[in-house]
């Protein structure tokens, strides 16, 4: 299964809304998560399931979707926000496959 | 606090061997089935191998079947990974990353180490 995240990058300034979408070669139901990396840090997850909310993470983050098409939403976008975020698909397995990523910078 | 901690990485020769560990703390290690996920230097992430709580089920990306191993010690709470044969593409930081629900092999990642590099030269 293969994860096309569009757009790759993404300048966006503080207080701004954004959309980040994956697009999965095949139907995978809702079997989607989304994961922020700050640079030099590990991943970390913040949406499973395609749109629930992983605990302890901001409620500025949503997550929609089914089959295809997916979205992650920053709501109101926080300095802590612009890092680099990537889908991953539990859906057929192995392997396991990754989005190439979406890089959110400060305009 | 929970933790994954990675060691082992470090400077092999094509061709050379090496051996990975991630030490787990803060939560009962032997209940989770863990992963390990690596990312090249300004790259994205590539799943490379699982293994389940027990340590008897375990599955590979192609890329490295038949050249790594993954394995486990629960009375330790270490995971390790074995690798074999590298080539200058398997040069990337490995993340060991814990399977966010009791037994399952395959779910979420809710808890990643900090990485360890593995750096291939001659």
């Known amino acids: 299964i293969q994860l096309t995240q569009s757009p790759s990058f993404l300048s966006a300034s503080v207080g701004d809304r954004v959309t980040i979408t994956c697009r999965a070669s095949q139907g995978i139901s809702s079997d989607l998560a989304w994961y922020q990396q700050i640079p030099g840090k590990a991943p970390t997850l913040l949406i499973y399931?395609?749109?629930t909310l992983q605990s302890g993470v901001p409620s500025r983050f949503s997550g929609s979707g089914s089959g295809t098409e997916f979205t992650l939403t920053i709501n109101s976008l926080q300095p802590e926000d612009f890092a680099t975020y990537y889908c991953q698909q539990l859906h057929y397995y192995p392997p396991i496959t990754f989005g190439q990523g979406t890089r959110l910078e400060i305009k | 606090q929970v933790h994954l901690v990675e060691s082992g990485g470090g400077v092999v020769q094509p061709g050379g061997s090496l051996r990975l560990s991630c030490e787990a703390s803060?939560?009962?290690?032997?209940?989770?089935?863990m992963h390990w996920v690596r990312q090249a230097p300004g790259k994205g992430l590539e799943w490379v191998a699982a293994i389940s709580y027990d340590g008897g089920y375990d599955y590979y990306a192609d890329s490295v079947k038949g050249r790594f191993t993954i394995s486990r010690d629960n009375s330790k709470n270490t995971l390790h990974l074995q690798m074999n044969s590298l080539t200058l593409e398997d040069a990337t930081v490995y993340y060991c990353a814990r399977v966010g629900r009791y037994q399952l092999l395959y779910w979420y990642f809710d808890l990643w180490g900090r990485g360890t590099l593995v750096t291939v030269s001659s």
């Open positions: 803060g939560f009962t290690f032997s209940d989770y089935a």
């Open positions: 399931a395609a749109s």
